[in-house]
């Protein structure tokens, strides 16, 4: 057995509802056994009530649910049109306590920059740094959130496909493990667009952080800190 949540948006305020679920795993690393597991989820979460949900990774299903994976979910810079992935973006933008931020993961796969050796041997991440933009490390989705929402905002195209879905879950996500989840950012993107003020909290980074800080502030699972934040 194992447990995973289901992320949905809350409708009439600003934030995310995250509902463990209890199915059983498949073990092993192939994508046939994932999606296994994900159907087994998926199966679980309809006795408790939900409809429509849409696994969001590169295992899923549904073509929609891959191309919204921070590994393809891509950037693109409005200055010089370069592209990169929400994954690289993010781990580019570590900054820790003998190194980084290490900028050239920026224009690495989303896997190699993931993998990086740097990121594990460089000490406690004490913040992030996105284009000469500081961030900190708390709340602690705030910047993984940020970069993933503007990414959503540039692909209307994905974007347009959301609704409908009652929630979204991500096979990939251990809470025991991982701080940071796509299918997270997904569902507080969709309850600040259900609340219309989508426009007014993506103006800037503390325009978000203000719209959002009520909801991480009462954010359930544990999110402690963790070196790396997956």
Not at 113 to 141: C, H, M, Q, W, Y
Request: charged share 20%; glycine share 4%; with cysteine.
């Amino acid at each position: 057995m194992a447990v995973r949540p289901i992320f949905s948006p809350l409708i009439d305020s600003i934030g995310v509802s995250e509902q463990p679920i209890d199915f059983h795993w498949h073990s092993g690393f192939a994508k046939s056994q994932k999606q296994k597991s994900i159907f087994s989820m998926h199966e679980a979460a309809r006795a408790l009530g939900f409809a429509n949900l849409l696994e969001i990774s590169s295992k899923s299903e549904n073509k929609i649910g891959v191309k919204l994976s921070a590994f393809n979910l891509m950037i693109t810079t409005k200055k010089y049109h370069k592209q990169f992935s929400v994954e690289s973006a993010f781990q580019s933008s570590k900054v820790f306590e003998s190194g980084g931020p290490y900028t050239d993961l920026l224009h690495k796969d989303s896997l190699s920059a993931k993998k990086d050796i740097r990121l594990k041997e460089s000490g406690n991440l004490v913040r992030f740094r996105f284009f000469n933009r500081d961030f900190p490390t708390t709340p602690r989705t705030y910047f993984y959130d940020w970069v993933y929402i503007n990414a959503l905002l540039q692909n209307q195209e994905l974007e347009c496909e959301l609704s409908g879905f009652d929630g979204f879950t991500d096979i990939e996500f251990n809470p025991q493990k991982s701080i940071n989840c796509q299918a997270h950012a997904i569902a507080l993107y969709q309850s600040l667009k259900s609340c219309n003020l989508l426009k007014e909290a993506m103006t800037s980074p503390e325009s978000f952080l203000e719209y959002t800080s009520e909801h991480y502030a009462k954010q359930s699972r544990n999110i402690g800190v963790q070196q790396s934040m997956v």
